[in-house]
């Protein structure tokens, strides 16, 4: 079974503060995902790793920024917490298998800014 | 542009009733097209994706491409199928990157 877990099911935050997101795969995928879901808004994607040290934007980078040192981990970063980043982030990671990729997430991580 | 609308923010049934998803999506080119769940308390999961034309847990999508939709559908509700669905779209290339429908919370009532 893929396994993906991220660092914490639940996280306070002040304004201003730097915050770390941490998600790690077990099963070798290349490509890795950050999304935040938001009621009404669906998932959203806000940053994409297809390998090491390879990212890309997704439609809401603004505010976040991602590192990816180790094929398995993916960070999210945000630089300066807002009350707007409120919200659950998840983590996704996936691989290509019978001629279609399959996203498998992580639980998530509550995120409050205060 | 490309996009998935789910228009419905929450669909209430009784159980035993018949169940539509609706999903319509823009995209030019050849879609490839998915339901993801995500029951209370569990990650979100794929459920089925429409070049498998196979039923899951009961439930069935057929894509029309004439309708530019997939619906999802179940001929009769069980509470357990109670969740919130997310239809999903490829955004195409080599990247697996999915754009995601603003979802649809299902509820069936006992």
């Known amino acids: 079974d893929v396994k993906v877990t991220q660092s914490s099911r639940y996280l306070v935050k002040r304004t201003g503060e730097k915050v770390f997101l941490e998600c790690v795969q077990d099963m070798d995928h290349e490509n890795m995902f950050w999304y935040r879901q938001d009621p009404g808004l669906g998932l959203r994607l806000i940053y994409f790793s297809y390998d090491v040290k390879m990212k890309e934007k997704g439609d809401i980078p603004e505010g976040y920024s991602v590192s990816r040192e180790k094929k398995e981990r993916f960070s999210l970063i945000l630089e300066s917490a807002s009350t707007n980043q409120t919200s659950m982030y998840l983590c996704?990671?996936?691989?290509?298998?019978?001629?279609?990729?399959?996203?498998?997430f992580g639980p998530g991580t509550r995120l409050t800014v205060t | 542009a490309q996009r998935v609308t789910q228009p419905e923010k929450l669909l209430s049934v009784f159980k035993g009733a018949p169940v539509e998803l609706k999903c319509n999506y823009s995209?030019?080119?050849?879609?490839?097209l998915f339901w993801y769940v995500q029951y209370s308390r569990q990650r979100l999961q794929l459920l089925l994706r429409?070049?498998s034309r196979e039923s899951i847990k009961g439930f069935t999508a057929d894509l029309n491409k004439g309708e530019t939709s997939f619906h999802l559908k179940k001929p009769f509700a069980q509470e357990e199928d109670s969740a919130m669905y997310y239809c999903?779209?490829?955004?195409?290339?080599?990247?697996?990157?999915?754009?995601f429908g603003q979802g649809t919370t299902l509820q069936v009532k006992p």
């Open positions: 429409h070049i």
């Open positions: 996704a990671s996936s691989l290509m298998a019978g001629g279609y990729y399959e996203q498998y």
């Open positions: 999903a779209l490829n955004r195409g290339g080599n990247t697996g990157k999915l754009i």
């Open positions: 995209y030019s080119g050849s879609p490839e």
